[in-house]
Each structure stands twice: as structure tokens, then as C-alpha cells.
């Protein structure tokens, strides 16, 4: 068979454990706990059917048109405005839309890393995130996290080296552990990224998806310094599919992430970014929000409380005030791919911890999504691995 010469960067992966996911979120009578994504029904299908024949009527031609890198102007508009309500003051010249913040996350180590230069991260943290910094050559270090997201001080404890590049956190109901980080931090760290010669990249596709009071703005209304690089998405607000995000950055750096940007795709799609519009400037953004945390935080509450009820007493897990996700920990020397093995058995599905561990680790927890199961599918799906993990733990 013809073994072709990859790069080294993405000889080394293998990309299985995505694939893995989506092959048991497919199969249709799986109960899957294992994406992050919205309930198909949730996702704003009439509205956004009208408004893309409006979008049509109003831009005429133009929107099949090449646009611009740095994206569609009255989109980037918004987002000033919208972002200013968050606290964060920023220019026209310092927002680019981004295809999903997924495409943000590749443009910035795309304009900062070299080959083994450093990212620091929490532990665990988002997948993909891991995997396009690996992409990129990237080696990484790790803060220390608690409760309250990533510890400030511990950063200082890194030795300082001149390829360490970026500081890479999301400080919203963290993928995978559904962990906020404090305010006071919020405030610290932008602060310290001038000696530590850190491009903090906030990466914030759940901020908006809050259950309980008490939210704290973006790191980014704290950045003195300019060392912030805030990413934002509509895909866990309005559609995955339509791939819309945006990045608020210094004008120098979002310089850098247009060129990256006209390599990659040139810009992101017209229509898609017309229709994001649209829906957010004609006022649909907020009660569409307002309905999704309802419908969430129920779910949220649900799971937890059958999880009460069915979960043995040996596992322990947090509550997180938002988000899509529940983090779990079974007794130490008991593992999660284990436990998933029989769990498929009994056709229900999550994701293994140890996936968002760089170099291992987590090997006890697992990730539970509750956004895209239907109530009855919760009930369902939570009782079956509640039965599974007490033979399985037993
Ligand atoms: C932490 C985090 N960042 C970025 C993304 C990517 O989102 P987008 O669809 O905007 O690319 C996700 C999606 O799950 C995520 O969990």
C-alpha cells in the first residue's frame, strides 16, 4: 500500500478519537452523552430560513461575491457593540470573524508558534486545541488549576524561556471540566503577561451559556497590556454548522491573523456571516439565548439529579453554572475507557477524560454532555450507566 511522506507534525496523529465520537453519536439508538453540540431541534431553523432570503434581497449579488479576511463589515460592527457590552472596548481594526473559534485558535498559532515553541495550557483542556498547536510543532507546559480555573501564581513557577509563546485558557465552563475561572484572576493575569512575554488566547465559545447568577466579564476587559486575544463563536448560540466566529485582538496581531486568515479560506462565508447578522441586529439573539439557557439549565438540573439517584456513591462529580458539560470522577484505579467499554454495551455513550490530558493523565474521569439528549434520553441514558458503573465498580 502506498505510504505517503507526511510531515512530521501530522504523521504523529491520528485524529481517532474524534472520528471514534462522531461513529457512536451516529448510530441511532446509542443514547450519546459524547459531543458538545446543540439538540438539532434547538437550533433556529425557520428564522434563519427567512433570514437567508433576506440576506439575499438585501445585499443582492455582493453576498456571492469574494468578500474581505477580516470579515462582513456590519457583522464586525455588531461585535464592537456587542463586545463593549462585555466590557471590552475594541476597535473596527481589531475584530476579525473567524470561520467558527475553532479557525481562531489555528490563526493564532499559526502567526505565533515556530517549530517546539511552548503554549501553556490548563490540565486537561480542549482537544482540538491540543491538536492544532501540535500541528503547528508546538510543545506544551502546564499551570496548575483548581475550583476556580488556573492558578496565577503557578504560571510564575514556569521557567522562563523565550519560545514560551502563548498562554491558551477558557475561562468559561471549561471543555472538558465545566470549571469558571474566578474573577480575581480574571483580573491578575492580563498583568502578568507582559513578564511572563505571554499572548494570553481566551478562548470563550460558552460564556453566554449562564445558569446560575454571578458571571464574570472576559480576562479581556482587564488587558492593559494589550496581551489578550479573545475568541468568540456563535456556534454554541446560534448553529455549529454555519462555522462563525470572530477574534478581538491588538490591530499588530490581527494584522497577522488576515494573512493567516487569506491562506487559509480567504474569508469566511459571506452568507453565513450576513445571516449571523441578521439574526443578531434584528433582536432574534436574545430571546433565542434566553430559551437555549432554559432549556440547558433544566437539563443540567436533570442530569445531576439522576445522577443523584442512579450513580454509585464511590463517583463524584461538579456542578457547573453553564456551559455543555458535566465532569466526572470515578475512584482512583477504576478507568473511564473501562467503564466505557461496558457502558457501550448498554448503547450509551460519553467521552473518556483522559482524551483533553496531554501526555496522560485522567485516566479516572469522563465527560457528560447534557445539552443534546432529549430529557427522556437523560433519564434513560444516566440510569443505564448508573447500573453500569456499580457493576463495573463493584
Ligand atoms: C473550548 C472550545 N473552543 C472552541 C470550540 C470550537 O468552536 P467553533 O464551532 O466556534 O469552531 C469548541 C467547540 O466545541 C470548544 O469547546
Partial sequence: MFQPEMSQNIANMSGQVIRDILKLTQQPDVISFAGGMPPTDALPHEALREISGLAFEKYGREVLQYGTSEGFLPLR???????????????????????????????????????????????????????????????????????????????????????????????????????????????????????LKL???????????????????????????????????????????????????????????????????????????????EFCAGGLLEPHLESLKNQYRKKRDLMLEVMDRHFPRSVSWNKPGGGLFIWVQLPAGKTAQGLLKEAVKEKVAFITGECFYVGG????????????????????????????MHTYLA
Wanted: glycine share 8%.
Fill in 77 to 195: 460592527e455588531f461585535i464592537v457593540k456587542w463586545m463593549a457590552k462585555k466590557g471590552v472596548k475594541a476597535e473596527l481594526e481589531e475584530v476579525i470573524v473567524t470561520s467558527g473559534s475553532q479557525q481562531g485558535i489555528d490563526l493564532m498559532a499559526k502567526a505565533f508558534l515556530n517549530q517546539d515553541d511552548r503554549v501553556i495550557m490548563e490540565k486537561p483542556t480542549y482537544l482540538t486545541a491540543i491538536q492544532i498547536f501540535q500541528l503547528y510543532g508546538a510543545s506544551f507546559l502546564f499551570g496548575d488549576s483548581d475550583e476556580n480555573g488556573i492558578v496565577p501564581s503557578s504560571l510564575q513557577q514556569i521557567s522562563k524561556h523565550s519560545t514560551n509563546k502563548l498562554l491558551y485558557l477558557v475561562p468559561n465552563f471549561q471543555n472538558p471540566t465545566g470549571v469558571t475561572l474566578s474573577q480575581d484572576r480574571r483580573k491578575e493575569l492580563p498583568g502578568m503577561m507582559a513578564e
Fill in 199 to 277: 499572548v494570553l488566547v481566551e478562548d470563550d465559545p460558552y460564556g453566554d451559556l449562564v445558569y446560575d447568577d454571578n458571571h464574570n466579564g472576559p480576562i479581556k476587559a482587564h488587558d492593559q497590556d494589550q496581551r489578550v486575544v479573545y475568541l468568540g463563536s456563535f456556534s454554541k448560540i446560534i448553529s455549529p454548522g454555519l462555522r462563525v466566529g470572530f477574534a478581538v485582538a491588538p490591530e499588530a496581531i490581527i494584522e497577522k491573523l488576515v494573512i493567516g486568515k487569506q491562506s487559509s479560506d480567504v474569508h469566511t462565508c459571506n452568507l453565513a456571516q450576513a445571516m449571523i447578522y
Fill in 361 to 388: 493523565g485522567g485516566s479516572n474521569t469522563l465527560r457528560l454532555n447534557f445539552s443534546n439528549a432529549s430529557s427522556a434520553q437523560i433519564e434513560e441514558g444516566i440510569s443505564r450507566l448508573g447500573k453500569v
